[in-house]
């Protein structure tokens, strides 16, 4: 047999003398396992079909048998693995086989207990316990992997319950109070596990604490399973009332001559880090980094990672202390500190478990922390000893447990930020990027089985949000289930109601992950992490977090920051905040629970509406503000426009979200908001949020009947189709939007900007006669409402369709009146848009050195951020360089165009600039096909949205090409 061992009480392993084998895949071990718990007796062929796939075996279950066998011989020797009459035989020797050796200690161990030898019958199990390394058989897929999976972890429990016990009635309270608090906690419903922590909180002096833990277990039991606590628990509840003397903890076990003669025993090399995972995935920069840090010379560094529940912060402190093994030769200590489980370690407890691992015996424990604390610090001293402290509660709990020289380490993992923690180095952990994500699902599925749904894959990974432990929760759950198709998880999981109830499997699942957290907040931070995710918003700014929880900026910017400290919120930039998507998801069913649902999210989202209204109003200034948002008085700052920036994101969610209430009363309010929203963002990425819920708040408004939050989302529909070059669907919108101002008195501001987004629709659509009409009746409303801003932007816009019309002279008198109004009002914006208009005409009647004149002066004038303004100037200047045969100017000015057009957003602008610049490169003859590049990308840009410049496209680049493609209805939200 060449000296064949085998584990698997942990990840399936085997060994060939000190040289561990390679076993193979996940299924392969899977097969193992079955021959290997039933060593030494034959297992058929339908035997082994059965525990790998169940009742759902592939067509081809034999041949894939006879593969891993023969797979299994070459590894394990032809010995080893034998065929006997239609089935196989593995052979392993006596005490091989890491299940026997634990039989025979437990056997060893009961015999002690049954002759009163508890101090001996407690070292012989944890002699047993020791053979366990993590979760048994972990990711091995198949019934019978999974049930032999859940019986041996209910057997580690018992057998650490029969350990505990034999400690107590040694006389070991003091030292088995922290453990058994843990596992009292992890196992609620295991009665015998209170009953023994209570005994050992009595034995050690704190009969409080004892019937405090009767107290939990009695309401546990109650509320869960509807039951009063057994007659253990409560008989021993009675006795501690009663003070019964039996219940006196026995004396210690007496020490050894030699250990009485030393106030420590001989220290032994502590290796208690549990075991690695087998598919460890990605994080190499914060290995790297927690390497570095970890190895600092001359110095004790501290090394803390945070993160939410499930980011993988024990996973990523175990695998790097695995890795330090050989730079911490006198070993590693580790202890889970439980500070998330609302059962923290007392630091004493913790320090008790500490010292008696470096070899100091009970009775030489002393009795305080400082002088627990010192004793640890002075037995590291001069000693290399990597300290992994998993999941603390806060700086307080891991102060007493650090060492105090150099030579050793500290590695903490907590879900809270341990700022007040000194001299230590912070590393926030983050999700996994999606390629690590899809990674791990490989590692633990098989990549062969991914290959053909990639997509699916990625989409799997997206949907929990790239959180590890929900990645591990999807990959077992396929690898379980090899009949699955990643497609079949990916709809289960595409219900947002029911994602965290798919994100379960045995006795991982994401939702306890995330209770733990949540448990520990105080009354605040619990209503402010359930109200910050009710908006659907990517993110909030701290003035949306005060309007969400009504309250004072300050208090609701430190609450926030509260809840950034102990990982229940994120902060993806400077002064923004949000949910992750599965906290988010968790914190929604919580609020299904805690509040009237309807009214809480109405109310909740009318809040933030008032609080965008009021910015948008700012940032517009009074002439726009009076048109969209004339409920509102704000002051026009000039840091306001700068400080709305960004919410467009948030403000479509809101609008939309608020008009799919099922009784939405403020959808006014929300009409405000979105044309307010509207006419700031002018900016391409803006276009499709907005419209998509211009759409959904139409469908609202005519459903309720209001009329004017109808005329306000049909503007906003009818401008952005106007933008991105729909224009007879956007002159529907706009026809329909004009005739409502008129026929239901709407504001006058209203009617004004209908008949202006109107006129400038016509221009588009090449009616220039009606577009002057419309602007002139816009100028018209804006003089008797004496708003001369307002005056001067129609002014412009009417001058634009009389040069459509070819009266260029009325066009300049109408400019140099809109002129005189901006050196009024020192407006550097329209002054741009003046001159960028006289150099149109200029270019239009052939005087192209004066339009690059009016051209280039518009762009000094123009905001660096005014991207659309700018690029469509850009294209302007394109076309007088060209007719001045400036052809390599051209080029650059069509390339900028492109550049600034494309960071913009603005589709249509992208697609007119990528035109331009492969007439410019057509005009230089510049590398053959370069222009051809252009003109058909320019194609596939215009045509998918109807653009008429799309057929001039078609004829340059020729049959054959993308122009052949079939258009497409774009954009999506156009309205039925």
């Not at 002690?112 to 012989?124: C, F, I, K, P, V």
């Not at 590692?443 to 990639?454: D, K």
């Not at 004066?850 to 700018?870: E, K, M, N, S, V």
């Amino acid at each position: 047999m060449g000296g064949l061992r085998f584990a698997v009480l942990g990840p399936v392993r085997g060994w060939r003398g000190e040289g561990e084998l390679a076993l193979g895949p996940p299924q392969q071990r899977g097969m193992l396992l079955s021959l290997l718990l039933r060593a030494n007796h034959p297992v058929s062929a339908q035997q082994l079909i059965d525990d790998l796939w169940g009742e759902e075996p592939p067509a081809k279950a034999t041949g894939v048998i006879r593969t891993y066998v023969h797979r299994l011989r070459r590894i394990l020797g032809p010995a080893a693995l034998t065929s006997l009459g239609g089935g196989y035989v593995l052979t392993v020797e006596p005490g091989r086989l890491d299940t026997d050796r634990c039989e025979e200690l437990i056997g060893k161990a009961k015999r002690r207990l049954g002759a009163g030898e508890y101090a001996q019958a407690a070292t012989t199990l944890r002699s047993a316990l020791a053979l366990w390394h993590g979760e048994p058989m972990p990711g091995l897929p198949g019934p019978y992997a999974e049930r032999q999976r859940g019986e041996w972890t209910e057997r580690r429990v018992a057998l650490l319950e029969l350990c505990l016990e034999a400690e107590v009635e040694a006389g070991l309270s003091g030292e088995t109070v922290a453990e058994l608090a843990a596992i009292a906690a992890e196992h609620p419903l295991r009665e015998r596990l209170s009953e023994l922590l209570m005994l050992a909180l009595y034995r050690t002096g704190r009969q409080a604490e004892a019937l405090n833990v009767y107290r939990a277990a009695d309401r546990r039991l109650r509320a869960e399973l509807g039951v009063t606590p057994g007659p253990g628990l409560r008989e021993l509840q009675r006795r501690i009332l009663a003070a019964d003397a039996t219940l006196v903890a026995p004396a210690p076990p007496r020490p050894s001559a030699e250990e009485a003669a030393s106030p420590y025993q001989a220290p032994v090399r502590p290796t208690q880090v549990p075991a690695d995972v087998t598919d460890f995935t990605g994080r190499e920069a914060e290995i790297e980094a927690l390497r570095t840090v970890l190895l600092a010379p001359h110095s004790m560094p501290v090394a803390a990672v945070a993160g939410l529940g499930g980011v993988g912060k024990t996973a990523l402190a175990v695998h790097v202390a695995h890795g330090l093994a050989a730079d911490f030769p006198d070993g590693q200590l580790y202890l889970d500190l439980h500070g998330a489980d609302g059962r923290p370690t007392r630091p004493e407890e913790a320090l008790g478990a500490f010292l008696r691992s470096l070899g100091v015996p009970t009775e030489g424990l002393p009795p305080k922390l400082a002088e627990r604390s010192a004793q640890f610090r002075s037995l590291l001293s001069g000693r290399r000893v990597l300290v992994v402290l998993d999941n603390a509660r806060d700086a307080e709990q891991v102060r007493p447990l650090l060492p105090g020289g150099p030579g050793s380490a500290v590695l903490i993992t907590s879900r809270a930020r341990l700022g007040s923690l000194h001299n230590a180095h912070f590393t926030e952990l983050s999700v996994f990027a999606p390629e690590e994500a899809v990674d791990l699902l490989g590692r633990v599925v098989g990549r062969e089985r991914l290959l053909a749904e990639a997509d699916a894959a990625g989409e799997l990974v997206r949907l929990c949000g790239h959180l590890p432990l929900a990645v591990r929760i999807l990959a077992a759950r396929l690898a379980c289930r090899p009949s699955w198709t990643v497609a079949r998880l990916l709809d289960k999981l595409s219900e947002s109601r029911y994602r965290l109830d798919v994100l379960r499997t045995g006795d991982l699942a994401v939702e306890s992950a995330f209770r733990f957290g949540y448990d520990q907040l105080d009354a605040e931070q619990a209503r402010a992490f359930r109200l910050l995710a009710v908006p659907d918003a990517p993110d909030l700014s701290p003035a949306a977090v005060a309007a969400v929880l009504d309250l004072p900026r300050y208090e609701a910017e430190e609450l926030a920051e509260s809840l950034v400290d102990c990982s229940m919120l994120e902060t993806v930039a400077p002064d923004r905040y949000r949910h992750h998507d599965l906290l988010r998801a968790f914190a929604q069913r919580l609020t299904q629970d805690s509040e009237s649902v309807e009214d809480c999210r109405a109310a909740t989202l009318v809040r933030l509406a008032v609080h965008h209204h009021t910015e948008t109003t700012a940032a517009l200034g009074p002439s726009a503000a009076r048109a969209a948002l004339p409920t509102t008085e704000a002051p026009h700052t000039p840091d306001s426009r700068a400080a709305a920036r960004g919410e467009y994101l948030g403000i479509g969610a809101l609008v939309s979200q608020y008009a799919r209430l099922p009784e939405p009363t403020r959808l006014d309010l929300m009409a405000e908001l979105l044309l307010g929203c509207s006419l700031l963002y002018e900016t391409g990425q803006a276009t499709r949020p907005l419209g998509h819920a211009a759409k959904v708040l139409l469908q609202a408004a005519i459903q309720q009947g209001c009329r004017t939050a109808e005329t306000r989302a049909r503007l906003v529909l009818g401008r952005l189709l106007t933008e991105v070059g729909s224009e007879p669907s956007a002159l529907a919108e706009l026809l329909r939007a004009r005739d409502l101002c008129t026929a239901h008195d709407m504001p006058r501001p209203l009617l004004a900007l209908a008949h202006a987004s109107l006129a400038a629709c016509f221009v588009q659509v090449g009616r220039p006669g009606d577009a002057v009409e419309g602007f002139t009746a816009a100028v018209s409303v804006w003089e008797r409402l004496g708003d001369r801003r307002s005056v001067a932007g129609e002014l412009l816009n009417l001058a634009g369709a009389f040069a459509e019309l070819g009266r260029f002279e009325a066009a300049i008198r109408v400019i140099d009146q809109s002129l005189a109004i901006c050196h009024e009002l020192a407006d550097r914006e329209l002054q741009a848009l003046a001159l960028d208009s006289l150099g149109t005409i200029a270019h239009d009647r052939g005087e192209f050195e004066q339009a690059l004149d009016h051209h280039r002066g518009a762009l000094a004038l123009l905001r660096p951020d005014d991207r659309r303004r700018t690029g469509r100037t850009l294209l302007r200047l394109t076309e007088s360089l060209r007719a001045l045969g400036r052809s390599a100017e051209a080029v650059e000015a069509a390339g900028r165009a492109v550049e600034v057009l494309t960071l913009d957003g603005d589709r249509r602008g992208r697609g007119l600039a990528l035109a331009a610049l492969g007439d410019a490169l057509a005009d230089r003859d510049a590398t053959p096909g370069s222009a051809q590049a252009c003109w058909s990308e320019a194609h596939d840009i215009l045509a998918a949205i109807g653009s008429p410049e799309a057929d001039r496209l078609h004829a340059l680049i020729g049959p054959g090409r993308s122009a052949d493609r079939p258009r497409r209805q774009w954009p999506s939200w156009l309205p039925a």
